[in-house]
């Protein structure tokens, strides 16, 4: 990892949890963490002002989902506005799941980057590949394009950091080699060498994600082009802290 990219560690709670764990997952995170490591847990919505106002305030807090406007009659949405107002400073956009489950197109995701960057968000965009996408060698393919969509609603790289989530790899127990996430990692920065500029590509983290664990956490962080993890189950447990670590 370059000098210039501070290592990034995200938890995706995803729709688990309740006061109590949460409670226990504050508790853990009062551990021995890693200055050098910037930390940012993604909770379920109706959790953000309570754990904005419990978790250390070194550690981030995101949501997980936002729209694309700022208010209005969408009923069953949060404005990254709201997620502001509740204390929070980042949003996990275009999750697999997001795409996958609720079929959220490329075009929604890019215009809820846009207008989540305007709002004054942090925005982790997340692109991955699935498993019939890879095993058709279609990966480079796949992730470009869902790049390519980001692109125009991409006003602020600072404030941008790329999760790739291989689908295959997510909640599976079955992660992708520390050689196959550094072959895309690579790949993605080149991409935006090409399609952004050199500036961009150096300083943008691209954090892996996909059944990251204490146990695989060491290999996957020594690769040049994995600044950091998006961890899901892992997040949930007190191992989360060794992924945090990882790079000590
Ligand atoms: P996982 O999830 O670590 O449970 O595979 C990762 C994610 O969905 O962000």
Known sequence: MSSQRKFFVGGNWKMNGDKATINE??????????????????????????????????????????????????????????????????????HSERRNVFNEPDKLISDKVGHALEAGLKVIPCIGEKLEEREGNRTEEVVFAQMKALLPNISDWSRVVIAYEPVWAIGTGKTATPEQAQDVHAKLRQ?????????????????????????????????????????????????????INART
Request: hydrophobic residues 40%; neutral net charge; glycine residues 10%.
């Open 25 to 94: 997952i504050i508790e853990f995170m009062k551990g021995p963490i890693n200055t050098n490591t910037e930390v940012v847990v993604g909770c379920p919505q109706c959790y953000l002002m309570y754990t904005r106002q419990h978790m250390p305030a070194s550690i981030g807090v995101a949501a997980q989902n936002c729209y694309k406007v700022a208010k209005g009659a969408f009923t069953g949405e949060i404005s990254p506005a709201m997620v502001k107002d509740c204390g929070c400073e980042w949003v996990i956009l275009g």
């Open 191 to 243: 991409w935006l060498r090409e399609n952004v500029n050199a500036q961009v590509a150096e300083s943008t983290r691209i954090i892996y994600g996909g059944s990251v664990t204490s146990g695989n956490c060491q290999e996957l962080a020594k690769k040049t082009d994995i600044d950091g993890f998006l961890v899901g189950g892992a997040s949930l447990k007190p191992d989360f802290v060794h992924i």
